[in-house]
């Protein structure tokens, strides 16, 4: 069995797309793909929030307050066109990045203490609004100031005041610290990346194990040594379950030393949840990827070893990828929890154990019903990968 298996390691050594998928990627690509989008991220917010937005007024006159509290803002500069119809062309060419139109009753609406409109042209086609967000910041000082000099003609002491203008105040006490509230969101996507990088390695080489050597014609040799086809599948499966397993690792391993070299580097709510992550977490993380990469070695194996060629494979191997996708976004819904029943779903038990590790909230005794239910399932694939290699008329399809 062990001949087989260094014989397969070695074939896939030599591959070139082996090693980018299973050492190139995991080390390098992923964690410099994803530092490089954070600090992108990061720094189009912040340039976003502070940008000078270019904006023109309609009717100013009618409300000067307003459009001397949008002239003082340094965030926003003032552009002169010569009439509203002129507005749709003037964003189309970026000379503005919204306008605002105040009709001529608006003063005399106020005045009469009814509520005025002023009408907000800008591009929505944006995935993040900040434009209207850092419109409506001064309009809400201006309503904020309206609302105390209406309330003021009443006399009305500093208690009934906030009375007036907030009768239900909310007072916010979360029971959750920052590292749990980043963690939630962060949590998500981190085994996504690494069940997703553990499948992708071993794909491509469960696709030449298998099928790849019926296309060579040398699957007919391996059958006629002197082995049981235990044995050669226990091989092949091994092969794949090394390299899933191996790339996954090395992730996490990448992952571990950019925390380590550049976490004292992030500021903010984000460092203290980068800082309370350890060396045990990350060793909790790699343990669950066992049998995770177990499952996998052995859905491909099975795959592989139906298709009558590589193409056949590749087509039958590509949908893996989304149905790996459906039980990581199932941990992301609201009300799924880790619990005893979601520890004993394959796939998604792993992606909620991984969110509560990065938030700090881990159950310890659910690791190892985790483990236990992964290694179980990950057996019980593997024996139907032995009976379906047993079978004739599976492996002599063509």
């Known amino acids: ?27 390098f690509a992923m964690p410099l793909i994803f530092a490089g989008f954070g600090y992108l991220s990061s720094s189009l917010f912040k340039q976003a929030r502070q940008a000078e937005l270019t904006y023109a007024i309609f009717g100013a006159q009618y409300a000067p307050e307003l459009a001397a509290r949008f002239a003082a ?7 002169a066109l010569v009439e509203p119809a002129a507005i749709r062309d003037a964003i189309g ?27 907000l042209h800008y591009n929505s086609a944006v995935t993040v609004d900040v ?8 309009i809400e000082e201006q309503n904020a100031s309206l609302r105390e000099q209406a309330l003021s003609a009443l006399k009305l002491s500093q208690q009934q005041l906030r009375f007036a203008l907030d009768p239900i105040r909310l007072e916010d006490h979360s029971t959750a610290d920052k590292r749990e509230q980043i963690g939630a969101l962060v949590g998500g996507f981190l085994p996504y990346i690494l069940l997703m990088v553990c499948l992708m390695a071993a794909m ?23 082995l049981p086809r235990g044995a050669i599948v226990l091989a092949k499966f091994f092969v794949l379950f090394t390299i899933g397993l191996t790339s996954a690792l090395l992730m996490v391993a990448s992952m ?9 580097m992030i500021e903010g709510d984000m460092a203290l949840m980068v800082r ?8 909790m993380v790699a343990l669950m990827l066992l049998p995770t990469a177990a499952i996998f070695a052995a859905i491909l194996l099975s795959i592989s070893i139906y298709a009558k060629s590589y193409k056949e494979a590749s087509g039958l191997i590509s949908p893996l990828a989304i149905v790996t996708i459906l039980p990581t976004l199932v941990a992301m819904l609201p ?42 399932i990950a057996g019980a694939l593997l024996l139907l990968c032995r009976w379906w290699f047993n079978r004739e008329q599976v492996l002599f399809r063509n």
């Open 131 to 138: 434009t209207r967000k850092r419109v409506m910041s001064v």
């Open 256 to 264: 571990g030393t950019l925390l380590f070299f550049f976490g004292p």
């Open 335 to 376: 009300g799924v929890e880790l619990n005893w029943m979601w520890a004993m779903v394959p796939l998604t038990n792993v992606s909620l154990a991984m969110k509560e590790l990065v938030k700090g909230t881990m159950d310890y005794r659910m690791f190892s019903v985790i483990l236990l239910s992964s290694s179980l």
């Open 276 to 283: 309370a992550i350890g060396a045990a977490d990350l060793a």
């Open 73 to 79: 803002d340094k965030g926003f500069k003032a552009v």
């Open 93 to 119: 060419d970026e000379r503005i990045k919204f306008a605002l139109v105040i009709p001529p009753d608006f003063a005399a609406a106020l005045g009469a203490q009814q509520q005025g409109s002023i009408a």
């Open 204 to 226: 491509y080489p469960a696709i030449d194990t298998g099928a790849g050597e019926k296309e060579r014609g040398t699957l007919e040799t391996l059958l006629l040594a002197p």
């Open 1 to 27: 069995m062990w001949i087989i298996y260094l014989k397969e390691m070695l074939e896939l050594a030599r591959d070139r797309k082996t090693f980018i998928f299973t050492v190139f990627i995991p080390i």
